[in-house]
């Protein structure tokens, strides 16, 4: 499940399940998206964009939606494992500066 | 070689102390970043460099002062930190500035100031 609290949100999941990490932004203008996974000790590791002419991307075992209508982005992994156990952030840009901002950021836990 | 690579990995500072961060990419990049990260938080913009050229500079205060010797270095000088500054510095770089383009990051150099 997941929680929301003072801590970073929290997604649990078993492993070989699908997961999906939610990102609201707030901005209309903002026209690409970003997903990055980060793990411990680690830099940001870019996962898949995504430019707002388009609602639906896929990758590797990830898929990207973007709803404009309701300014959401989510993110689905398929037959989640161990090694996608990480903190992933969204990150858009507005359009109006030549900068990424990043949400607050979603931790995955996978449970064997 | 998609590799940004930053110096040093941690690095412990007292608040009177003149110390460097280094970042390189030879990806052919344009633009390069800094971020702060604090813990459980995400990565926030300090500075942009375009071409070589200060773009961005996200009101950081004085104490930080960045340089771009050339378009595959990036620099960042800290002098008289505080303890709250205490935090990861990411660099990040990409192909153009726009904000429109991925991000490659570092690993990071951990800042302990004390």
């Known amino acids: 499940g997941e929680s929301v609290g003072l801590h970073l949100p929290t997604l649990s999941v078993q492993e070989g399940d699908n997961s999906i990490i939610n990102c609201a932004y707030s901005n209309s203008a903002s026209d690409y998206f970003i997903w990055y996974k980060q793990e411990s000790g680690k830099g940001p590791q870019f996962i898949i964009d995504i430019r707002s002419n388009m609602d639906k991307r896929q990758g590797q075992r990830v898929t990207v939606l973007l709803n404009k209508t309701v300014k959401h982005l989510s993110l689905q992994i398929a037959a989640t494992q161990p090694g996608d156990s990480a903190v992933y952030f969204c990150?858009?840009?507005?359009?109006?500066?030549?900068?990424?901002?990043f949400g607050t950021g979603t931790r995955l836990q996978v449970t064997l | 070689d998609t590799e940004v690579t930053q110096t040093p990995k941690h690095l412990v500072m007292g608040m009177t102390n003149k110390k460097s961060l280094k970042c390189e990419q030879h990806?052919?990049?344009?633009?390069m970043y800094w971020y702060k990260q604090k813990a459980k938080k995400p990565p926030e913009l300090m500075f942009v460099y375009s071409y070589e050229k200060l773009s961005i500079n996200e009101s950081v205060p004085s104490r930080f002062s960045p340089e771009c010797p050339n378009s595959s270095l990036l620099n960042l000088h800290l002098h008289a930190l505080q303890p709250e500054d205490s935090a990861l510095y990411l660099c990040a770089s990409s192909q153009e500035g726009s904000g429109r383009s991925e991000q490659y990051f570092g690993p990071g150099t951990r800042l302990t100031v004390t």
């Open positions: 990150a858009e840009n507005t359009g109006t500066a030549s900068k990424l901002t």
């Open positions: 990806m052919g990049h344009r633009a």
